[in-house]
């Protein structure tokens, strides 16, 4: 099945406790990218990838590093989060051709930072 | 400024009315990509439609219909005979072709269905 998975789903963690949460598509696609949700605001690009070893900076990147190592895998890192950065992350990836017609989203991760 | 806005937050209509969650965009691309995406309770994101910049043909999808003016910069969505299964929040989102991998999100409308 062709899917975006995201894990954990749910993570509550401390203030300055690095943490990773992983993506990975079996799609081959290009394209991937991490977006945040919170509410009143909608979803925000933190970063996003063109391909492997290529990664620029969303609206909200502050705080996160991505790395796309292999092209299915992109992890969000977060070296040192802070509460502000509690929300729901949604990873995301499309085709180099198919971006018109959208991202397949992961499930979501459920960040609370304390 | 926001690139897309949907005005209204939150929508209740009961079950089998009509409802059209309002979608306005703002860009300067002469090509340009715009979505619509629901998201139930569940909370994952599920791609209903995308439209290119070229192509006002409005669609209709079973219940599902949308309205692309690109004189009045609106992508609307319409449900019809709305049921309780499309309770969800539903994001209009574009992308512009110079930018191509950033999405614009709007805040999202939060429709419930009263059964």
């Known amino acids: 099945e062709a899917q975006v998975t995201q894990n954990p789903r749910y993570l509550i963690t401390v203030t300055g406790k690095k943490l990773t949460v992983t993506c990975s598509q079996n799609m081959n696609h290009e394209y991937m990218s991490w977006y945040r949700q919170d509410p009143g605001l909608g979803l925000r690009q933190i970063y996003y990838s063109m391909n492997v070893e290529v990664t620029d900076k969303g609206d909200v990147p502050e705080g996160y590093k991505v790395s796309r190592k292999e092209k299915r895998n992109f992890p969000l890192i977060l070296e040192s989060p802070s509460p502000n950065q509690t929300s729901l992350y949604f990873c995301?990836?499309?085709?180099?051709?198919?971006?018109?017609?959208?991202?397949?989203f992961g499930s979501g991760t459920r960040l609370t930072v304390v | 400024a926001q690139k897309v806005t949907q005005a209204q937050t939150e929508i209740s209509v009961v079950e089998k009315e009509d409802v059209t969650l309002d979608c306005v965009y703002e860009t300067r691309d002469t090509t340009y990509y715009l979505f619509w995406y629901k998201q139930p309770p569940s909370g994952e994101l599920v791609f209903l439609i995308r439209r290119n910049s070229f192509d006002e043909q409005n669609e209709i999808s079973g219940r599902y219909s949308w309205n692309f003016q690109k004189s009045t910069s609106s992508f609307n969505f319409t449900i019809t005979a709305s049921q309780v299964v499309d309770s969800a929040v539903y994001f209009c989102?574009?992308?512009?072709?110079?930018?191509?991998?950033?999405?614009?999100f709007g805040t999202g409308t939060s429709l419930t269905v009263i059964p």
């Open positions: 989102a574009l992308s512009e072709a110079r930018t191509g991998n950033q999405f614009y």
């Open positions: 995301a990836s499309s085709s180099r051709t198919g971006l018109k017609g959208g991202y397949t």
